[in-house]
C-alpha cells in the first residue's frame, strides 16, 4: 500500500509513500525501545543540549518546514511559519523549565526522608493528526524525550513529508539513534502497534471516535492513554461585551487553520439584546475573509486538507438548512475551482438536532445562536458532548472570571480572547474531548512515573 501526499489546492499528487511493513515496524519499536535503556540515564543537561539543537534547526528549516505542511494539508503558509515558531517556544519553555519540573519534591513523613521522584516509563506512541502537524507531534515529543521517554509516531496518513521531516530533524539535532522514530502507515495497524508489549503508553490527538478506539485497546493492555479529541466550542458574548473585540476574536477563532482545528471557535451565543448587531458585523468580516492559494501570504483561509472532509461538512450545513437553520453566507462550493476549498459560512438560527448545534464542525463554518440572557447563553454552552475549549466576552472582567472558572464545562476557558494552546498552560479537555493534559508541568506528568521514595 502507498500512502499519498495530496497538495489539497489542486488535487495533485506530490509524491506517493510505501507503507512500513510489520517487521520494520517491529523492528522499529525494539529499536526505540533499547534506546530507552541508556537514554533514561542521560543526564538533564545533556537532554536539554539536543533539543536546544532540535530548535536552532527548526530556526535555520523554517521556510522548508513551512513548505511541506502548506503542500501537504493546505495550510496557508504564514500560519505554516507561524506553527514552527510555537515549536520553537515550546522546546525553549521546557529547556527553561525541565530541571525544576523533574526536581524531586520532598514530602514529610516519619521516616528519616521521603520524597516523590520523576521517572521516565519508556516508550511512547504518538497517534498525532494532520491539522497541525508538527506542533501536535512536537508539544508531545518534547516533554516526553526531556523527561527520558522515547517515542514512536504514527502521523496521518496524508502527512507523511511531515513525518519524516520530523524524523529527520531529531537525527540532524545529534540525538542517540532511535530516541525518536517514525513510522508510515495506516489506522488499521494501530492496535497491533499499542498492544506490542514495548510500547508504554500511548497519547492521541484525533477524533472522538478515534479515542474510543485507543482507548479501548489501550484498557485491554493496560496501558496508560492520553486522548486529547475533538470539541465544538462556544464563546458567549454577553450584553456589556466590547462587540468590535469580540467579533475580531470570534472570527480568529473561527478561522485559524481553515476552521480545521479541535479548538476552533464553532459555536457563538450572543444575548438577544446585542445580538443583531453582533450578527451584522460577524457576518460583515466573514464575508471579506480572503479565501485561496495558502501560498499568497494574503489569504487567510487555504483549501481544506481533503476533498472527504469538504464534502462532509458540506452534508452537515446542507442537514443543517434543511432542518431549518438560516444561511447567512458561503455554503456552496465552486466545483469549477481546483482544490478542495470551501468558503467561510455562517449559519443562524441553530437548534438542538441539528448537526451544526450537536456536531462538531470541522472547517470554516460558524453556527450563531441567540439567548435570552446569561444564564440561558451558559446552558446553550454547555448543551454539548464536547468540552474542549469556551469563552466569554464581557466587559465585567470578574463576572468573566466566575463564569470561565465554575460555569463553563471545558477544559481550556478563556476571557475575551480565543482560544489557544500555551506551552505554559496545561492543555485539555471532558466529557468527548478525552482525558489528561499535554503541555505545562501537568502535561509532563502524564508520562512519568510518580515514585514515592521512603527512607526509615
Known amino acids: 500500500m502507498l500512502l499519498k501526499s495530496i497538495n489539497p489546492a489542486n488535487g495533485e499528487i506530490v509524491r506517493e509513500y510505501p507503507e512500513s511493513q510489520w517487521e520494520e515496524i517491529d523492528n522499529t519499536i525494539r529499536d526505540v525501545k533499547n534506546a530507552f535503556k541508556s537514554w533514561r540515564k542521560t543526564s538533564i543537561q545533556k537532554r536539554i543540549d ?10 535555520i528549516k523554517k521556510e522548508g518546514l513551512s513548505f511541506t505542511i502548506t503542500i501537504e494539508m493546505g495550510k496557508p503558509i504564514v500560519e505554516s511559519r507561524a506553527e514552527i515558531d510555537k515549536c520553537i517556544w515550546l522546546c525553549n519553555y521546557y529547556c527553561d523549565n525541565i530541571d525544576e519540573f523533574l526536581k524531586p519534591r520532598p514530602v514529610t513523613t516519619e521516616a528519616t526522608e521521603s520524597y516523590v521522584s520523576f521517572q521516565p516509563i519508556g516508550v511512547i506512541l504518538a497517534i498525532m493528526p494532520w491539522n497541525f502537524p508538527l506542533w501536535q507531534v512536537f508539544r508531545c515529543a518534547i516533554p516526553s524525550i526531556l523527561a527520558g521517554n522515547t517515542m514512536v509516531l504514527k502521523h496521518a496518513s496524508n502527512v507523511p513529508g511531515c ?79 466590547d462587540l468590535d ?12 487553520n481553515t476552521g480545521q482545528s479541535c479548538i476552533g471557535a464553532k459555536r457563538f451565543i450572543a444575548t438577544e439584546k446585542i445580538y443583531e448587531e453582533f450578527e451584522h458585523k460577524f457576518v460583515k468580516e466573514m464575508k471579506s475573509a480572503t479565501m485561496g492559494d495558502p501560498f499568497n501570504e494574503f489569504n487567510q483561509l487555504g483549501p481544506m486538507a481533503r476533498g472527504n472532509i469538504r464534502e462532509d461538512l458540506m452534508s452537515q450545513v446542507n442537514k443543517s438548512v434543511s432542518l431549518g437553520a438560516n ?62 475549549g469556551a469563552a466569554v466576552f464581557t466587559s465585567d472582567l470578574d463576572r468573566g472570571k466566575y463564569i470561565a472558572e465554575y460555569e463553563l464545562d471545558a477544559g481550556c476557558c478563556f476571557v475575551n480572547d480565543f482560544v489557544k494552546s500555551d506551552p505554559r498552560l496545561p492543555f485539555g479537555g471532558v466529557k468527548e474531548s478525552g482525558y489528561g493534559r499535554e503541555l505545562s508541568i501537568y502535561g509532563l506528568y502524564e508520562f512519568v512515573n510518580i515514585k514515592s521514595i521512603y527512607i526509615k
Not at 453556527?367 to 440572557?373: Q, R, T
Open 50 to 59: 539536543h533539543v536546544k539543537n532540535l530548535a536552532r534547526l527548526l530556526e
Open 245 to 256: 473585540l469580540a467579533v475580531e476574536a470570534c472570527i480568529k477563532g473561527r478561522l485559524l
Open 327 to 388: 444561511l447567512l453566507c458561503g455554503g456552496e462550493i465552486n466545483y469549477d475551482i481546483e482544490g478542495f476549498y470551501y468558503p467561510p459560512t455562517v449559519l443562524s438560527n441553530v437548534q438542538a438536532g441539528m448537526p451544526a448545534y450537536n456536531q462538531e464542525l470541522f472547517g470554516p463554518v460558524a453556527s450563531l445562536m441567540k439567548a435570552k440572557g446569561e444564564q440561558e447563553a451558559i446552558k446553550i454552552a454547555n448543551d454539548t458532548s464536547f468540552g474542549l
Open 163 to 241: 513525518s519524516i521531516a520530523i524524523e529527520d530533524l531529531f537525527l540532524e539535532s545529534d540525538f542517540p539513534d532511535d530516541i525518536f522514530r517514525s513510522v508510515l502507515t495506516s489506522n488499521r495497524k494501530v492496535e497491533r502497534m499499542i498492544a506490542n508489549k514495548r510500547i508504554a503508553a500511548v497519547t492521541l490527538t484525533g477524533s472522538t471516535k478515534a479515542g474510543q478506539a485507543v482507548a479501548k485497546t489501550s484498557g485491554t493492555y493496560l496501558k496508560k492513554c492520553v486522548l486529547e479529541l475533538g470539541g465544538s466550542d462556544p464563546y458567549i458574548i454577553l450584553n456589556d461585551a
